[in-house]
């Protein structure tokens, strides 16, 4: 089987390579504002893990950028110009904490006419794409598609979609669209006729579709590559080649398993075939299962999970998405989320993205911010980071660190800056003007908005969305927890309490937020980063670290064991460094914003603490 795809691979690269679409040739990229000598790199997977050119693993959080694509009223684009692109990368980076976004993108537009790719949408798109990527933030692209596309639905229809073009549609006889008693635009995937037929046809090739979305998709990324500086390209992590793939309708004798193996898998053999072919040969794939693989509900949820994929190693990653389908239905979720609520379903992701031999991202993931249910917003994003950060819940964390595991990257959905000021005709109707919340099938999930003088401001706590996480860990993650003390409403939230055990670590993070790393030292010359909240301000920061202890950490250097930096981009976000010059050797740091000048004898006792802790637990 290897050797068969090899040959295929020769064969597309040399029918294929040669597709390309002109661009102007980029300039030479100054470095970023604020970068330092170990940043920019790009990066790669091995053992499991996304990891830098400095051998460092590294945690990818962010953001979707974002579901404007959906909409007409941006043609396709997330944003209505490059300026406000540029806007929002400098607030996702100061304001939410990200270091990634999933960039969408729109095979409708950038497919108006089949077989002629509009250079100017992939134009707008790659500026806005740079916008991000000269912020210091690293982009992975992906083809969106939801209800297979816009122009299945009628003008008066309770629903719209977004994915294929016009043309596609036109190529088939389908029914006129109805859902029947839908009260969730998601039922549409499974009971919407129109949406399962074009679905499945796509699956199946019918009137060349794929194919001809694969030729785009080629000609896209060629684009990117020819219209990126080679630093800029570097930015770009991979690529997500079809959002939430689901059958549409089975085969007689098919189920969801083999569904994905003989279907959905060579799609992504053939879409990273196309990847090598525009010159990503270097960058993995970020491949979604079957859309039900880890549903919560028992009656949606479907067998999947690439399960019969095998190694997917270095070329690929395991990209899933999480939404807690019984706390958005209403019913059968009564209350609020807990502490540990979503331990278990991250942790399946944990162990698929292990058995398949590559790193994981959840590259959605969220809940309504209005409406019904989104009373449990709160404690269900709190959850949800809770999770992303290790797979023991906050109750047990102390005892039990070493069951972490690896900590997840993750995109949550969405970041919109025109959430509540949309102008979205749906479906094209007059008469159905889209203001409200995210202005797509009644969705209000962005965390941030414009407020009335053009600037982002969240619409989430800051203590949840802007958090400590590590970054870059220079050699392997133990173990990782973050205390945000978010709020539900005016509840403090505290499900991961420092333990009365560790008397002067309690003393000092008090009523304040804290993280804690473990990580085992790999000899690299580049020091382990973590993002800095802007709750979180030097002056007012702790570090207690095995490698020395610090209240308002200094300024990095490479002989600084605890330092703290500015964040590449020029956004004014800031990370904290802490170099080992070790290999194989257990470290761990606290970090802080709870003391108030601390003695040094409390920080001392409280690193013997931390350090009797780590022996006893971490496996140090």
Not at 137 to 162: A, C
């Amino acid at each position: 089987m290897p050797n068969i795809r090899t040959r295929l691979l020769v064969v597309l690269v040399v029918l294929f390579g040669s597709l390309s679409v002109a661009g102007p040739t980029p300039a030479t990229a100054a470095p970023l504002p604020d970068s330092l000598w170990f940043d920019e790199t790009p990066l790669t997977v091995q053992n499991g893990r996304f990891t830098d050119g400095n051998g460092r693993e590294v945690v990818l959080r962010g953001y979707n950028v974002s579901g404007g694509t959906k909409l007409k009223e941006n043609d396709g684009l997330p944003f209505a110009s490059t300026a406000d692109a540029k806007k929002s990368a400098t607030a996702l980076r100061a304001l939410g904490g990200g270091n990634s976004v999933r960039f969408l993108l729109s095979w409708a537009y950038a497919e108006p006419v089949r077989g002629q790719v509009d250079t100017a949408y992939l134009a707008k798109a790659t500026d806005q794409m740079r916008a991000f990527l000269d912020a210091g933030i690293r982009v992975y692209p992906d083809f969106h598609q939801d209800l297979y596309s816009r122009w299945l639905f009628d003008s008066d229809s309770w629903y719209t979609g977004d994915g294929a073009p016009k043309w596609a549609v036109d190529l088939g006889d389908y029914p006129d669209e109805y859902c029947g008693i839908c009260p969730f635009w998601g039922q549409n995937i499974t009971s919407n006729e129109a949406v399962k037929q074009s679905t499945y046809d796509f699956w199946h090739n019918a009137y060349g579709l794929q194919d001809a979305f694969l030729d785009t998709a080629q000609k896209t990324m060629t684009y990117l590559r020819q219209n990126l500086t080679a630093d800029r390209f570097a930015g770009v992590v991979g690529f997500d080649p079809w959002n939430e793939p689901h059958a549409g309708s089975y085969d007689s004798g098919q189920t969801s398993r083999t569904w994905e193996k003989d279907v959905l898998w060579p799609f992504y053999v053939k879409f990273r075939a196309r990847m090598d072919a525009a010159g990503w040969q270097t960058k993995p794939a970020f491949v979604e299962p079957n859309l039900f693989w880890n549903a919560n509900l028992d009656f949606q949820k479907e067998e999947g999970g690439l399960l019969d994929a095998g190694t997917l190693g270095p070329r690929y990653v395991f990209n899933t998405h999480f939404y807690d389908q019984k706390a958005i239905s209403g019913v059968f979720m009564w209350g609020k989320a807990q502490d540990g609520q979503y331990t278990g379903d991250f942790g399946t992701v944990r162990d698929r993205a292990s058995a398949t031999g590559t790193a994981a991202i959840i590259s959605e993931f969220g809940h309504p911010l209005t409406g019904s249910v989104s009373d449990k917003a709160p404690t269900v994003y709190k959850a949800m980071y809770q999770a992303l950060d290790s797979r023991v819940k906050g109750a047990s964390w102390w005892s039990n660190p070493a069951g972490s595991g690896p900590v997840l990257s993750g995109s949550q959905w969405q970041w919109d800056l025109y959430n509540g000021r949309h102008h979205e005709l749906m479906n094209d109707n007059p008469d159905k003007v889209q203001t409200d919340g995210d202005a797509w099938n009644g969705e209000d999930l962005s965390a941030v908005r414009l407020d009335d003088s053009g600037t982002p401001v969240l619409r989430q706590d800051a203590r949840l969305l802007d958090r400590i996480y590590p970054s870059a860990t220079s050699g392997s993650t133990v173990a990782f927890t973050y205390e945000d003390r978010s709020r539900d409403g005016s509840t403090t939230l505290t499900w991961n309490p420092v333990p009365g055990s560790l008397p002067n670590v309690a003393q000092l993070v008090g009523s304040g937020q804290y993280g804690l790393l473990v990580w085992r030292s790999n000899s690299g010359t580049a020091p382990t980063e973590l993002h800095l909240p802007a709750s979180f301000p030097t002056g007012s920061t702790t570090v207690v670290s095995d490698l020395g202890t610090a209240y308002a950490p200094p300024a990095y250097t490479s002989t600084t064991p605890v330092g703290v930096a500015a964040e590449p981009g020029g956004t004014g976000s800031r990370r904290l460094l802490l170099t080992d010059s070790d290999s194989g050797v257990p470290h761990y740091a606290l970090v802080t914003n709870g003391a108030s000048s601390p003695s040094a004898a409390v920080l001392n006792a409280a690193r013997s603490e931390l350090s009797a802790w780590a022996a006893r637990t971490a496996g140090q």
